[in-house]
């Protein structure tokens, strides 16, 4: 079932980079190294320009839509599996009121929410799973100059490149947000969040890891 979606997946992928290449000029935007939610949709996202616009995608194309397909996957069942615990919770508190019978609705009501706990925990746990792989890809892809790994800040010149949008600054990895702010309050915040909605100023792109909608701002 596994290597079923994987081969979904990457056959989607593939068709979707071969759609880019006839189109040759899908990411426009003149900030920034990847290909945003509005050029290419929301399980494109944070692509390599390179990719959305010739077709000449990496593992770390195909990684970043894996991770985009994975947060769409586990909102959705999330979601679902709340609105069923709701459910439950609810058919349990009014027991008396609703049709079936006292018991029955008890019997019902506490195996629902068991079920839906369970799921939500499961939920919970691929979530973390995806974001555990989205680090390994922010840490583990090319840098922007081609052939040019990440390295490792001990040791290297202060500029060299250590993350995507990062560089080494007195021996430390440091994002482009933390280097062209300093001490100004900007930082790296996903834009897409509705915690941060209205919230922030100033943001400019390609000075964090992750895709255009991550981005350094100033948190009002």
Do not use: H
């Amino acid at each position: 079932m596994k290597r079923f979606l994987t081969l979904i997946i990457a056959g989607a992928f593939l068709l979707s980079a071969s759609a880019a290449f006839a189109q040759s000029t899908i990411c426009k935007s003149k900030t920034g190294n990847t290909c945003t939610i509005q050029e290419v949709g929301p399980f494109m996202e944070g692509i390599s320009k390179a990719c959305g616009n010739a077709g000449d995608c990496e593992l770390d194309d195909i990684m970043q839509v894996v991770v985009n397909v994975g947060n769409y996957a586990v909102g959705l069942v999330g979601s679902l599996v709340f609105l069923m615990w709701v459910i439950s919770g609810v058919r349990y508190l009014g027991a008396n009121f609703m049709p079936g019978g006292f018991e029955e609705n008890i019997k019902k009501g506490k195996q629902g929410m068991v079920i839906s706990t369970v799921g939500l925990l499961i939920v919970f746990g691929a979530f973390a799973g995806i974001q555990t792989l989205n680090a390994v890809l922010r840490g583990s892809t090319v840098g922007e100059k081609p052939g040019q790994p990440f390295v490792d800040c001990t040791g290297q010149e202060d500029g060299a490149v250590c993350g995507l949008n990062m560089e080494c600054s007195g021996g430390i990895c440091m994002t482009g947000c933390e280097i062209t702010s300093g001490d100004e309050g900007f930082a790296c915040y996903d834009t897409t969040d509705p915690l941060y909605k209205g919230r922030l100023s100033g943001c400019a792109t390609g000075l964090c890891p992750g895709g255009d909608s991550t981005r350094c701002c100033k948190f009002k």
